[in-house]
């Protein structure tokens, strides 16, 4: 079960103007499930997107990045498949992948390069884009803006729960929306996991603008979210994440990020994939713990991230908190072998929530390991080191390791 994390009702998700859904049922793996999302964007949107740095990266994902510098950014249609991965198949994937867009396309009197392909699930089987295209139609008839937790559904692969978020902000009197949604459970690592995240605004750029900012903001809010998260440390062939915005809210058009109006929508956007991102922490495969990994006093953001994320992927680390098990040695051991050549260990803080139990890279001398397993039995714990090497921080999200997450994985194909 997720940690802690419902799932979202139609009331939360506000739609956003300028975006409609539509979700069918194309047997792409298993008969009678929502497998086809079809996102139309309005003419004039700006979509930019960040991918996987697995250099074995999916056809789908080749695809969007070549469509996306081939229109500068003015996609007009998503089309998402879940069950199959369309990675590790060669030459045929791409022409698999280019079949499904150009089908799309026809639909809808658009050019090939404007549709965007994401596909998730299995990797190295063939991607069966006759069942896809046979089931456009029906996605194409389902169309509507307020099909946002349908489609959060129908991107599921060993999630259990559909993932989706909403906020609106008030930008020149005019009510602006954010809403996204994603999907992941497993393969999960930063730079980016085995996810699929989309996140839309009706909020106004400037022209001229438009494309430098949509990227500038997908980079920022990819980093302060889902470059802060890990399950199980495998970095998976599809990931993606897209920030689509439609300029349908009416206001005054946004020049700067850092300007009063940029601020607002860049925090709301940072939020909302936040939200994201730490749904997929939650819903880790087999995960019954939610787990917050800060360091600070580093010498730069990149040596705490560095050191929080040795900790966040140690199996042994994570089999711990499983188990509630206040071996907390294993923390300092993950410190050690983070890679920070003078790391002086007799300046480590460690703290368990409310509990110090490191002091000066020893034992605290009130610490007592019922307070460490009080601790840990808890379903949310936060990890606090303090590395006392300079004012910078860092914080990463992660789960525990579970038998379950050895289950899911082992049946994953079944």
Sequence with gaps: MPVNLR??????????????????????????????????????????????????????????????????GAARAILVNTGNANAG??????????????????????KPEQVLPFSTGVIMETLPNDRIEAGLPAALDDLHENHWGTAAEAIMTTDTIAKAASRQVQIGGRTVTVTGIAKGAGMIRPNMATMLGFVATDAVFAPHLAQALVQDLVREAADLSFNRITIDGDTSTNDSFLLIATHQAGHAPITQLDSGDGAVLRQAVIDVAQQLAQAIVRDGEGATKFITVRVDGGKTIDECRQVAYAIAHSPLVKTAFFASDPNLGRILAAVGYAGIADLDQTLIELFLDDVHVVTRGGRHPAYQEAD??????????????????????????????SYDYVKINADYRS
């Design 7 to 72: 799932a979202p009702q139609p009331a939360d998700l506000h739609p956003v103007q300028g975006v409609r859904l539509g979700i069918a049922m194309a047997g792409v793996r298993k008969a009678n499930r929502r497998d086809l999302t079809v996102v139309t964007l309005a003419e004039g949107s700006s979509v930019a997107g960040v991918f996987t740095r697995n250099r074995f990266c999916a056809a789908p994902v080749q695809l969007c990045r070549n469509h996306l510098a081939a229109h500068g």
């Design 89 to 110: 198949t060669g030459e045929d994937g791409l022409r698999r992948a280019l079949s499904t867009c150009s089908a799309l396309a026809g639909h809808l009197n658009l």
């Design 372 to 401: 460490g397993q009080r601790v840990m039995k808890r379903s949310e714990i936060t990890v606090r080191v303090d590395l006392h090497r300079g004012a910078a921080s860092s914080t990463v999200w992660t789960c525990d390791l």
